[in-house]
């Protein structure tokens, strides 16, 4: 099984920003698209934004459109989600996920086989 690890999350005003990684040991991201899920205490995981392997193609959950931004680094071999002007709603542990499947199934949860342990991301002033 791939392992993947997620960095950067914290506590954060309102309005402010976080930049979140993921990385992967022992192999290379970049056959794989690439996918941010967050769950909230209480709520479903939902995918949030996700990457083809090449890095043409992403798509966004409408709540995040325009603050946050999903890139990826093949040389570093990670992937990135910028996040912006955030909201208390944001708040959740938020996970990265990795599969050889389109970018367009990608971001559906229960497709992704591979998946990291999680950051928390908390904003709240």
């Known amino acids: 099984q791939l392992q993947l690890v997620e960095s950067g999350g914290g506590l954060v005003q309102p309005g402010g920003s976080l930049r979140l990684s993921c990385t992967a040991s022992g192999f290379a991201l970049n056959s794989f698209a690439i996918g941010w899920f967050r769950q909230a205490p209480g709520k479903e995981r939902e995918g949030v934004s996700c990457i083809s392997s090449s890095g043409g193609s992403t798509n966004y959950v409408d709540s995040v459109k325009g603050r946050f931004t999903i890139s990826r680094d093949h040389a570093k071999n990670t992937v990135y989600l910028q996040m912006n002007s955030l909201k208390p709603e944001d708040t959740a542990i938020y996970y990265c996920?990795?599969?050889?499947?389109?970018?367009?199934?990608?971001?559906?949860?229960?497709?992704?086989?591979?998946w990291g342990q999680g950051t928390q991301v908390t904003v709240s002033s």
């Open positions: 996920a990795a599969d050889s499947i389109p970018v367009e199934a990608m971001c559906v949860p229960e497709s992704p086989r591979n």
